[in-house]
């Protein structure tokens, strides 16, 4: 009955190294979204998960960044080489349906995510 | 490339003003319209969306939103703000797609801040 969660709600990582970041959706949400939202700036879509299909990476920045979900649960966000300008909030949203009017999306908290 | 314009960064009203939060968008066709807020520490809340017909939205906490479509916009209004509405405001966009999610196009934010 929870919200959507993430973790970790923090992450400071070196310049160069992996991260992985963790959404939990809603239950029975088929569709998960991952956002980022740097300083000052309004979200930019990262990817789209729906169901079994091929997830929509049309908004991934570089080969760097890949997400993963398993069926209807857990995705996982990782970007690799870590760069500062990829230092901002990692938001995850969820909803019941896959687009449309009835398509209301639940965000959770987001990972801050700072590269030293 | 649709896109979503808030051309206000930061609004300061006192508490028991009316407030309008400008958003305008740019888009081929009629998308379907959100407003989020996000409070400090909080994850975004949906505070109405639109689709379709009447074009004056009620939403939650006493927001409400008209669709102008002559004028590209979609503002925001409340007759009277309480302190507790200060928060950052989100104006989104999606296209008018089933089966293909809802990627959201957000404006970059705005700022309000309420006056005792």
């Known amino acids: 009955g929870a919200g959507v969660s993430q973790s970790p709600s923090n992450k400071v990582t070196e310049k160069g190294k992996d991260v992985e970041l963790r959404c939990d959706p809603i239950?029975?949400?088929?569709?998960l979204y991952w956002y980022r939202q740097r300083l000052g700036q309004g979200l930019e879509f990262l990817i789209y998960?729906?169901?079994?299909?091929?997830?929509?990476k049309s908004g991934l920045p570089s080969d760097r960044f890949s997400a993963e979900r398993t069926g209807e649960s857990v995705s996982t966000l990782t970007i690799q080489r870590t760069q500062q300008e990829d230092s901002a909030v990692y938001l995850c949203?969820?909803?019941?349906?896959?687009?449309?009017?009835?398509?209301?999306?639940?965000f959770g908290p987001g990972t801050r995510l700072t590269v030293l | 490339a649709q896109s979503v314009t808030q051309p206000d960064i930061h609004i300061t009203v006192s508490e028991g003003a009316s407030l309008e939060l400008r958003c305008n968008y740019s888009?081929?066709?009629?998308?379907?319209l959100f407003w989020y807020v996000q409070s400090p520490g909080q994850g975004l809340q949906l505070l109405l969306k639109?689709?379709?017909?009447?074009?004056l939205v009620q939403g939650i906490k006493g927001f409400e939103a008209e669709f102008k479509r002559s004028q590209s916009s979609f503002n925001l209004r409340k007759p009277s703000v309480h302190w507790s509405d200060a928060a950052e405001y989100f104006c989104?966009?999606?296209?008018?797609?089933?089966?293909?999610?809802?990627?959201?196009?957000f404006g970059t934010g705005t700022q309000l801040k309420v006056e005792l």
């Open positions: 949203a969820s909803s019941m349906t896959s687009g449309g009017a009835a398509d209301t999306q639940y």
């Open positions: 239950s029975g949400h088929t569709a």
């Open positions: 998960f729906q169901g079994n299909s091929a997830p929509d």
């Open positions: 888009y081929g066709a009629t998308p379907y």
């Open positions: 639109y689709f379709s017909g009447d074009t």
């Open positions: 989104a966009v999606a296209p008018l797609l089933t089966g293909g999610g809802n990627k959201l196009t």
